[in-house]
DNA sequence: AGGTCTGTTACTGA
DNA sequence: ATCAGTAACAGACC
């Protein structure tokens, strides 16, 4: 149990990198970058030497699409970070920083502070674009509706999933259907809606539809009402940015007792991930 | 030592 | 072409 919970804090998914992003529109927006210097050849893929030739940049934009966050330059250069499943960012003061173990990209900016790029697993990505490209580019042009934005309706959903013959649980964590729903909160709307994860998604009725669209984005947005709440005081305990304490009702919690019913929380593989829920609260 | 865990893409086959 | 299922990636932790 223990090195699960420990390993869930570690796995960014929409809040988290939401939160994130927030972060470093704080620490750095309307800064200079003034150099970038990279300190791995590749992480999920090449980190491109044009990242290195960004210098002396005022940084004008932060946003996020899925898990990207989008840092925009004033020459209209875009650069895109993925946490993977084990990046972090955390500040530093330019004098005192010491290099450690899987620090991959030092972004240093404004007066000699840095924003490093840590990625034990190397999972996740760091690119730099033109910004008429981003929409486009490989990494966003077959993504799905944001969970927080306009498009993702209750229509959509349901529609959507009416096409879709795998388990409800494997569909929304699929990017074409909504982005950034992870393995955690895939379970946790769910549990939420109280809808079993092993019913097909085209089997789901109108209304469970309705109150699944409502459930991912109150469990969205209340982790990152959490996440938001300690980005007061950013250099947390371990001095990571967006990493917070946030309590399941659900995930990693096997044999637990439901919160609702006290039966056990059971656990399943669904599209080769652990699954979480309650076969008493959830119907399938 | 070998299993587990994760997000995303690539591959395979229907 | 599109969809669904599976393998792979890397490193930490037990």
Redesign the pocket.
Known sequence: M???K??ILN?P?LPEVETVMRGLEKEMLGETLHHVSVHAPKL?WEIPISLKALENEKIIKFSRR??YVLMELESAKVILI?L??SGKILFSEGKSYIKQ??DHVLFYFGNKRIAVYND????GMVDVLEKGDVQDS??LKSLGPEPLGGCFTKDYLYNTLQ????SIK?AI?Q?KVVVGV???YASESLYAAKIHPKTLACNLTRAQAEELHTCIIQVLKNAIAAGGSTLKDYVQADGALGYFQHSFKVYGRENEPCYHCKDEIKKV?L????TFFCGKCQIQ
């Open positions: 223990q090195p699960l420990k390993d796995v998914e999920r899925s898990k993925h993977g499943m173990k899987h034990a697993r190397r999972f490989f990494y096409k879709s013959r795998v494997v964590m990017q992870g393995n955690i593989v599209g080769q991930r652990s």
